[in-house]
């Protein structure tokens, strides 16, 4: 990809004329941003701590690069082992290759072309791959390296490739074409042979039908100079390549879908299409010597058994010990519809049928030696399956797999959110593993996992990181990703603190998701304290205790009403209200349009104080770890149902927890469980509402419908209200369309924020016009205004439809004025002004305060900052009794968009963290005095336990950053992040002990601006947002790592730090590892006839240009690979990197005389020709005389 890192210069941005580009930028935001309350400071406010804080960061430490990816492969299609390197490798549907070693050895690659991986072949022992694509080109992986790079590829002109096969210690690879031609490639040159095994050869003259595309290819176990050719249409030749003739040809009347010598080379083994084997003997090859239906069912007239489904792989392993396996997938009966996919292992009599949970894409024999003439002696099967991975142990009678250590079931429920933290209290981990070691699984096999090649180390970055995975079916899913690994450590299931929903009832609940009810809408965790809070989206939240002992105890639960009522809502003055558009006028209002919001608009009893979900009653075990301490729900509100959380903060020292949504605020005090505040967003502001905003009776002469409608459930953060997740394996974003009529026949009459130009809630009146909307008109509709995605904090709808319409970005831009006739954002079109943002902290809450005070930050949807003051009992012995009173503050801030996230700074601009409770456990038996005092850390260690006289605030909005000084509330610094896009995460990170901003935006730029003065360090053009996933996932963490859902069940993760791009390659694991070949066994006589050397010569003699020729220059192309030698390069060093680099120079230049031969003979051939020609027309007119001419 692509990168454009603009480095010094920026630097120098706003370093050659600080105050000056302050001042100006600060206004020029201030007016942008809709008219700050406190415009950009003065130059002498911004001067003076310009001057003591040192800045250390400079874009010298910035870089990007990819370090390392986990989960399992999306859509695998391709299966490969080495034996010798026990190394696994697994290509893909989008031209990815995942190899697999040992835990910690595990290497992504990909093809530039993106074309689908067809078959993969290991050169064994070699540290080489070769991958067939579906573009019909051969491609050669130098597997030596760390980050493995293509160091040939040959590209078919002509014929499609269908099937390779390269013999073992061979550098002759035999390809197949969909046209029933066998080509042989020179691994080393990779350059074809002029040896062709053409179609019209191989079969007998006398058969009148084309054999079909090869689908098979190997070499006698018995002889090497003897190719067997499987052809599609039940045709199998073997070809005698010496003598250039087929020595053999069997026939069959069913398709063939593979082929598997016994050892000894005397047999093969054929699968068939109508589930059947047959077996054939090389002394009689007119028919087979035994054909078996394995699932046909035997009929009792002594007739043929019924045929089955398609044979898709058949492998046939031999034992010294005991009978041989045959190994195969598919062949199940067709009247068993239901039956899950399978695999069938048959061991003598004995038939065991393993079935799989998802379909079987490929599956591998692991045996003993790599040599195909001596007993195989199988001890394990890979399953490759769509959406697994697994290993069986075929040297117990049971077959029992193996425990699997790879990080492959990420995505076993779909991935709604993500959260990372690296450079976590290191006991963290330990403790995690312990509680989360005990639902281990039982039953595995008790032998070593067998994919065990390649080597791998520690490194030198060893702090402690944890990845935190939202699922769709409420469960969460801790992991240590310390040193670019991952392991997983606890899972947490939220549903249990709710009843099941029991089927039948569907319609009757007050649920408003039908599908995923309990799917994680985001989460937050304080480390320090282990208090851990998930929202959900079925508008709950749910706060979690870390307990190291199992309790039975009732679930404290408090019920929510956050709407907004008909009585609150209120207009600005007529003369700041700009004219609505008349066509938006004349729609009708929408209300529940989705299929999975369950709202009783007119008939039947309006719901009224239900909340969404049950919570059980009764008491409930609860295991040791997290442990639900309060579950918090959104009640339905006169028919209303609750709107999604779009925010979420938990403080552990406060004892408080606040979230937001589209109609306000709401925080409880998870201590004495209840709730302190339940507000619209309005009203927080009081008599500090900037726009000065008057009460108005609702509306009821005229329909306001404003562009855009009130959008529930899960499913509608899509432009077409009927897309909704799906647990499929597809993805959160991979959805299907359902028609939906959207018919209003008695619809209530909106009313209609004009300040926000949005819908709220419906007055009694009924609609005067209501008439039908066709899907034409919705999504016009929802061009104008998609609705909110529940699973990331302000997120943009812009980016669902992600090729981002220049139109709704214009309107994006224009429409944050004065009288806010709209929102910011497009995201806020549906809706009130939500809460976007919230951050509890230790702030100067108003101008004049002299001291700090525990606060909480607020930002909404429209860019306002609110601080409500938090007024905490003042000694911890009355925390219990003593209530806790919130109130706003009236300062009010404001920025250009949807306020992303806050953080704060001291006086010597370090980062200054929450105050947090230590974590001590809530059961635990030493019940003492000591045990029951919180301990509470309000400063963090870094930082002066005296904060200073001022302190700075960042802030950072889809549009801008700003820093604001405390208590003066000066816009020290500001920074227009994007005009054209908006960003989707932001970050307030630590880097080298130092603090800096990471954004990450729309159009794919990762940003990274200096603090406090916002100077641009980084911005690279990295990530095209080509998909929901990956705007909802990414993350961004301390020590310059982030993280982002790459496919529905891969982990991409990246750093942005210079220091861990220069030390990956020491953190990678190494692929290959010196290992000795195994010896063959001494086969006697035999060896003399059938051994390596002599063959490697006659193959050689054979297939060389000598004696074969050259193949057709149109049919494939030799395009020479420049990763290898790059990647040569960049690990070239010292004195072995001198020899590297002369190695390299003579490997530059063989490669241009290479060419140069290639281009003389070319010219030679045009020559040839030329010369042919003349020939021919001097033989043609020699003997003529002149008036013949």
Partial sequence: MKKFNFRK???????????????????????????????????????????????????????????????????????????????????????????????????????????????????????????????????????????????????????????????????????????????????????????????????????????????????????EGKLLIGYENGTVVLWDLRSKRADLRAYYDEAIHSVAWHHEGKQFMCSHSDGSLTLWNLKSPNRPFQTTIPHGKIQRDGKKPESCKPILKVEYKTCKSSEPFVIFSGGLSYDKACRRPSLTIMHGKAITVLEMDHPIVDFLTLCETPYPNEFQ???????????????????QSNFPIFENPYPIDIHESPVTCTEYFADCPPDLIPVLYSVGAKHKKQGYSNKEWPISGGAWNLGAQTYPEIIITGHADGSVKFWDASAITLQMLYKLKTSKVFEKQKTGEGKATAEIVEEDPFAVQMMHWCPESRIFCVAGVSAYVIVYRFSKHEVNTEISSLEVRLQYEVEDIITPEPEII???????????????????????????????????????????????????????????????????????????????????????????????????????????????????????????????????????????????????????????????????????????????????????????????????????????????????????????????????????????????SRSRSSSVSSIDRDSKEAITALYFMESFARKNDSAVSSCLWVGTGLGMVLILSLNLPASDDLRHSEPVMVSPSGTVLTLKGPVLTFACLDCMGTLTHPPYEVWRDPHSADDGEKTRKRKLVMHSPSSSQDMGDHQFAVICSEKQAKVFSLPSQTCLYVHNITETSFLLRADVVTLCNSVCLACFCANGHIMTLSLPSLRPLLDINYLPVTDMRIARTFCFTNEGQALYLSSPTEIQRLTYSQEMCDNLQDMLGDLFTPVETPEAQNRGFLKGLFGGSGQAFDREELFGEATAGKASRSLAQHIPGSGGIEGVRGAAGGVIGDLTRARIALDERGQKLGELDERTASMMASAEAFSKHAHEVMLKYKDKKWYQF
């Fill in 9 to 223: 210069v920026l630097d120098g941005l706003t370093a050659s004329s600080p105050s000056g580009s302050s001042g100006g930028g600060s206004g020029g935001g201030s007016g942008a941003g809709g008219g700050s309350v406190h415009p950009g400071g003065t130059a002498g406010a911004a001067g003076t701590p310009r001057d003591e804080i040192q800045e250390t960061l400079t874009s010298d430490y910035f870089q990007i690069c990819k370090t390392v990816r986990h989960g399992f492969p999306y859509l695998p299609t391709a299966l490969a082992f080495d034996p010798v390197q026990k190394i696994l490798a697994i290509g893909t549907r989008t031209g990815a290759i995942r190899i697999l070693g040992r835990p910690g050895v595990d290497c992504y690659c990909q093809h530039e072309s993106g074309a689908a991986v067809l078959q993969l072949q290991f050169l064994i022992n070699e540290g080489a791959l070769v991958s067939a694509s579906a573009d019909d080109a051969l491609h050669l992986w130098n597997l030596r390296q760390k980050r493995p790079a293509i160091l040939h590829s040959l590209k078919f002109n002509r014929e499609r490739i269908t099937y390779c096969h390269l013999p073992f210690q061979s550098k002759w690879l035999y390809v197949g074409t969909e046209r029933g031609n066998t080509h042989i490639v020179n691994i080393e040159s990779f350059i074809l042979s002029g040896y062709v095994i053409m179609w019209n050869k191989a079969i007998e003259l006398s058969t009148k039908t084309h054999p079909g595309p090869v689908v098979h290819l190997s070499d006698s176990p018995r002889d």
């Fill in 377 to 395: 002696e199988p001890y394990a099967v890979v399953v490759l399956l769509e959406k697994d991975l697994i290993v069986v142990d075929l040297t």
């Fill in 578 to 816: 700009p004219p609505f558009p008349d066509a938006s006028s004349q729609l009708p209002s929408l209300k529940s349009l989705s299929g999975s919001t369950n709202t009783v608009a007119c008939e039947g009893t309006m719901k009224d104080s239900i909340p969404c979900l049950s919570v059980k009653t009764r008491p409930v075990r609860m295991p040791p770890g997290y442990q639900a301490d309060l579950v918090i729900q959104l009640v339905w509100v006169d028919g209303e149902p609750p709107q999604q959380i779009t925010s979420l903060a938990v403080n552990s020292a406060y004892g408080l927890v606040a979230f937001g949504n589209c109609n306000g605020l709401a925080v409880v005090d998870f201590m004495q469980k209840t709730v302190l505040l339940s507000m619209g967003t309005l009203d927080l502001y009081g008599s500090s509402d900037p726009y000065q905003r008057q009460p108005r009776s609702p509306r009821k002469s005229k329909q306001f419908a404003a562009d855009n409608f009130c959008m529930r459930g899960l499913s509608n953060f899509y432009p077409d209200l009927t897309k909704r997740i799906r647990t499929s394996y597809q993805s959160l974003t991979e959805l299907s369309d359902s028609p939906v009529s959207l018919e209003l026949e008695r619809c209530k009459s909106p009313t209609s924020d004009h300040v926000n130009g949005h819908c709220t809630s419906p007055t009694s009146q009924s609609c005067s016009s209501g008439k039908r909307l066709s899907s034409a008109d919705v999504s016009k509709a929802n061009r104008r205004g998609p609705g909110r995605p529940p699973f990331r904090k302000a997120q943009s709808a812009a980016c669902m439809e992600i090729s981002l319409p220049v139109t709704t970005e214009e309107n994006r831009e224009n429409s944050f």
